[in-house]
């Protein structure tokens, strides 16, 4: 097994099963992410965690499924500067969500999938979570996995992510997968965690919701929607 991810953060091979699976799984997700904040054609979108991955069908897939191509300003630390050749209309930008070089409220909905957990500690999670509020003027929309799912996303483990922080390190280093042993590539989050990071703005209310696999929540879904 590869000690090292992909630049999307994951160990499993283009066109596997585990790889199908989640591209079904993105495909509810981003249906949610229109029927959630109501977005039309005509709203400016921010999708923040752009990749340069082009192996995986399901990588930017709001780029490449959301008809609006020209609203969409597509944000991320990796080069995904290809997206503006790949999607005539859309913008690159290269941004941390930490510090998203943006004005309040300079997007009407602010889309981010599976970025929270690679952010790092919770204080980095709840900075992360203010910045995509800070920038939306009506809404946001974040995913990252379900903690208590059976099988880790990122490395097909099962089970061992249910330990805590400290024992599941251990379980990675010993299986070669010292990089996700790192809270600053890997931070999982639990549902009552993922609500808990969007306490403070006082003009949002807020949902966690989600989606499941075999009946099992897989995905969280952090909906964000200004009073």
């Given at each position: 097994m590869l000690a090292k991810p992909n630049p999307v953060y994951n160990l499993a091979k283009p066109a596997s099963l585990a790889v199908r699976i989640a591209t079904r799984q993105r495909r509810r997700m981003y249906?949610?992410?229109v029927e959630k904040l109501g977005?039309?054609?005509e709203d400016r979108i921010?999708?923040?965690g752009a990749t340069s991955d082009t192996a995986y069908e399901s990588s930017n897939y709001l780029e490449a499924w959301h008809p609006s191509k020209d609203r969409i300003t597509a944000a991320g630390i990796d080069d995904a500067s290809f997206l503006e050749r790949q999607y005539p209309g859309i913008?690159?930008?290269f941004a941390n969500g930490l510090k998203l070089p943006f004005a309040d409220r300079s997007f009407d909905v602010v889309h981010s999938s599976a970025v929270l957990e690679h952010v790092g500690s919770r204080r980095n999670q709840a900075a992360y979570v203010r910045e995509c509020l800070r920038v939306a003027r009506r809404g946001v929309f974040l995913t990252t996995p379900n903690r208590w799912f059976p099988v880790e996303f990122?490395?097909?483990?099962?089970?061992a992510h249910w330990l805590p922080r400290k024992h599941f390190g251990a379980v990675l280093?010993?299986?070669g997968l010292e990089f996700f042993a790192d809270e600053n590539h890997l931070n999982l989050l639990?549902?009552?965690e993922m609500r808990l990071l969007a306490d403070g703005p006082g003009d949002f209310d807020f949902d966690v919701c989600t989606v499941a696999l075999g009946g099992w929540p897989s995905n969280l879904l952090l909906v964000?929607?200004?009073r």
């Open positions: 249906a949610r992410f977005v039309t054609a921010l999708d923040i913008r690159f930008v990122h490395t097909l483990l099962p089970f280093r010993r299986t639990t549902r009552r964000g929607v200004r």
